[in-house]
């Protein structure tokens, strides 16, 4: 074969090559589309979710029937009445055919601290602003016409997001949790916090308290995409 023949052949390789990166380009971005438009659908959500899903070539992934990741973002999701901004979802080892499934998903929001504000006033009947410091919550308000301070930490506990105190002064005189009033204690110990509406096998897992709220994680295994 001849210079000539050489560089066609490269060139014709180059073309086709170029074009099944095309097709696979198209495909991805196709399917991306689609899974935007479901998750506004299906969810509650505050702008435009996006969808980016990993590995390459997408084609083949989908011949081989599962999507090597899938990675979600929201600005904002409502679950079952509870605000979450900055929402993160990553699932691994996704099925492209029915049932569609996951084998790993993990979850990520922050609980705002103006619905955390409100829990606390819902549960506890106090009229209390709240703010973050650190790694705790504090709730500042008053009670029986005295100033109340007090320190919240949120936890989870088998699965569920709970808000506990972690110390209490009253009038600037610093009061053990114990000592409290019974009704008072019920009112700042283990406020919950609903977050009904997740996937089915996706559990709470971990909380952290960060400068906009409670940031919360969730995950699960073999985690069902759609409702039966």
């Not at 084998?103 to 829990?119: D, F, N, W």
Request: hydrophobic share 45%; net charge negative; charged share 20%.
């Amino acid at each position: 074969m001849g210079a000539r023949g050489v560089v066609v052949g490269v060139v014709g390789i180059g073309v086709l090559v170029g074009g099944l990166l095309v097709v696979d380009r198209y495909a991805e971005a196709e399917v991306e589309r689609a899974a935007v438009d479901q998750l506004a659908a299906g969810l509650e959500v505050t702008g435009t979710p996006t969808v980016d899903l990993g590995g390459f070539p997408f084609l083949t992934q989908l011949l081989a029937g599962s999507v090597d990741e899938v990675v979600a973002h929201a600005d904002g999701v409502v679950l079952e009445g509870t605000h979450l901004v900055d929402v993160d979802a990553t699932a691994t080892g996704v099925t492209t055919s029915e049932p569609y499934t996951a084998s790993r998903v993990r979850l990520t929001g922050t609980v705002p601290t103006a619905s955390l504000e409100q829990l606390v006033r819902d549960h506890s009947e106090v009229d209390a602003a709240l703010a973050t410091d650190g790694a705790e919550l504090v709730a500042s308000g008053s009670v029986l016409g005295l100033e109340l301070s007090a320190r919240l930490a949120p936890a989870v506990a088998e699965g569920a997001l709970h808000v506990g105190v972690t110390a209490v002064s009253i009038g600037g005189v610093s009061v053990d949790v114990a000592d409290l009033p019974g009704r008072l204690e019920d009112r700042l110990s283990g406020i919950p916090v609903p977050l009904e509406g997740l996937p089915e096998g996706v559990v709470l897992s971990d909380v952290q308290v960060v400068p906009e709220g409670a940031r919360i994680t969730a995950v699960g295994r073999d985690v069902a995409l759609q409702a039966p």
